[in-house]
T-cell receptor
Framework: ETGVTQSPTHLIKTRGQQVTLRCSSQ?????VSWYQQALGQGPQFIFQ???????GRGNFPPRFSGLQFPNYSSELNVNALELDDSALYLC??????????????FGPGTRLTVT | QKEVEQNSGPLSVPEGAIASLNCTYS??????FFWYRQYSGKSPELIMF????GDKEDGRFTAQLNKASQYVSLLIRDSQPSDSATYLC????????????FGAGTRLFVKA
């Protein structure tokens, strides 16, 4: 167990709907990253938050947005869901951005199915 | 060219052998390198981190980094059936913001 929790575990949504996924980081960690992992693929970086500010973003459209709260927990919001958004969504937390502080610890993930 | 490339495998080794997993990356600005293990249906778990050229050992695992060749590898000594998993290579880029780029992973099977 890494101490990173995610909710919900599974979710089924309809195309066009909106979804919010939640992540609680490991105690003492101020950095949260979100990833999308399709079956048989490596995790794809969506974005990262450091001390409540977006600090890096991958090649995802603006309908993927996020927040980090003062307690460093985080949300991932996806609007106008598409069938291709069906995937495992992973949250990872780390101590910071430099060197070994960047070791990321993953939560168990949220399995999103869009029908 | 993919930013981080790994042989998808599967790589099959007998129990007790050395498993060698390789990863190449395209961006010379890559700063830090990580190896994760992912069991089927589970989330990735951190194995090792390396950021300077050379070898880094931790128990049965050795990470090797060669920045000139843009190559990072993971050796698993005395492989066990419990090591059977997908191994993911990850690279950190800082290009006006941090990005973590994962390879697609190499599936390893350790035969008893």
């Amino acid at each position: 167990e890494t101490g990173v929790t995610q909710s919900p575990t599974h979710l089924i949504k309809t195309r066009g709907q909106q979804v919010t996924l939640r992540c609680s980081s490991q105690s003492g960690h101020n950095t949260v990253s979100w990833y999308q992992q399709a079956l048989g693929q490596g995790p794809q970086f969506i974005f990262q938050y450091y001390r409540e500010e977006e600090n890096g973003r991958g090649n995802f459209p603006p309908r993927f947005s996020g927040l980090q709260f003062p307690n460093y927990s985080s949300e991932l919001n996806v609007n106008a869901l598409e069938l291709d958004d069906s995937a495992l969504y992973l949250c990872a937390s780390s101590l910071g951005l430099a060197g070994s502080s960047y070791e990321q610890y993953f939560g168990p993930g949220t399995r999103l199915t869009v029908t | 060219q993919k930013e981080v490339e790994q042989n998808s495998g599967p790589l099959s080794v007998p129990e007790g052998a050395i498993a060698s997993l390789n990863c190449t990356y395209s961006d010379r600005g890559s700063q830090s390198f990580f190896w994760y293990r992912q069991y089927s249906g589970k989330s990735p778990e951190l194995i090792m981190f390396i950021y300077s050229n050379g070898d880094k050992e931790d128990g049965r695992f050795t990470a090797q980094l060669n920045k000139a060749s843009q190559y990072v590898s993971l050796l698993i000594r005395d492989s066990q059936p419990s090591d059977s998993a997908t191994y993911l290579c990850a690279v950190i880029l800082n290009t006006g913001g941090f990005k973590t780029i994962f390879g697609a992973g190499t599936r390893l099977f350790v035969k008893a």
